[in-house]
């Protein structure tokens, strides 16, 4: 596509739902970033994907959250459980083969836990 | 281990002075650097990087910024400020060797005064 999309664009739910957070980078993309940008604060860097792959899911807050990434392309960030600490907006970012090439950024999902 | 320093959560400067927005980072390994900028209202896009070609750094906007390795910095500058220039302004990092993370700075946001 000519950027990258994520959908839906505003979530609100419920404390202890699960939500999903699509996001469709650049098409040829092998890189693909996940951040959360939370009021007041900077982004903070959840996980990227060269392909299919995650090297290191360090970044991710704790283990209600998980990212996969099928065929290369669309990848899914999944909330467990959601807390309201976890109201953020969450960034997805591509880019052409790694972290040395720019980055494109999608509008973001801006996710509101009741 | 990379983080991101941003000193300054607010600047101010008048239309036609000096842009200057600080960025101090810490990295175990040759790092890539990067600048990038929000505008009210759009998405996070690359002004410019550094990925170990030259040390001075020109990007859109007249932009530059200079790496320093014995100062460990990637301050950001702009001879003449402009009124489009008002946004807010992010520092990053990511490790040249792995680029399994990448870690953003808290942001600066950059006030023009008529």
């Known amino acids: 596509g000519a950027g990258v999309s994520q959908s839906p664009s505003n979530k609100v739910t419920e404390k202890g739902k699960d939500v999903e957070l699509r996001c469709d980078p650049i098409?040829?993309?092998?890189?693909l970033y996940w951040y959360r940008q939370s009021l007041g604060q900077g982004l903070e860097f959840l996980i990227y994907?060269?392909?299919?792959?995650?090297?290191?899911k360090s970044g991710l807050p704790s283990d209600r959250f998980s990212a996969e990434r099928t065929g290369g392309s669309v990848s899914t960030l999944t909330i467990q459980r959601t807390q309201q600490e976890d109201s953020a907006v969450y960034l997805c970012?591509?880019?052409?083969?790694?972290?040395?090439?720019?980055?494109?950024f999608g509008p973001g999902t801006r996710l509101l836990v009741l | 281990a990379q983080s991101v320093t941003q000193l300054g959560s607010h600047v101010s400067v008048s239309e036609g002075a000096l842009v200057l927005l600080r960025c101090n980072y810490s990295?175990?390994?040759?790092?890539?650097l990067f600048w990038y900028v929000q505008y009210p209202n759009q998405g996070l896009q690359l002004l410019l990087k550094?990925?170990?070609?030259?040390?001075l750094v020109k990007g859109i906007n007249g932009f530059e910024a200079e790496f320093k390795k014995s100062e460990t910095s990637f301050h950001l500058t702009k001879p003449s400020a402009h009124m489009s220039d008002a946004a807010e302004y992010f520092c990053?990092?990511?490790?040249?060797?792995?680029?399994?993370?990448?870690?953003f700075g808290t942001g600066t946001s950059l006030t023009v005064i008529p």
């Open positions: 970012a591509s880019s052409s083969k790694g972290p040395q090439e720019t980055q494109y």
């Open positions: 098409s040829g993309h092998t890189a």
């Open positions: 994907f060269q392909g299919n792959s995650a090297p290191d």
């Open positions: 990295s175990s390994v040759p790092p890539y």
């Open positions: 550094y990925t170990s070609a030259a040390t």
């Open positions: 990053a990092v990511s490790d040249s060797r792995t680029g399994n993370q990448f870690y």
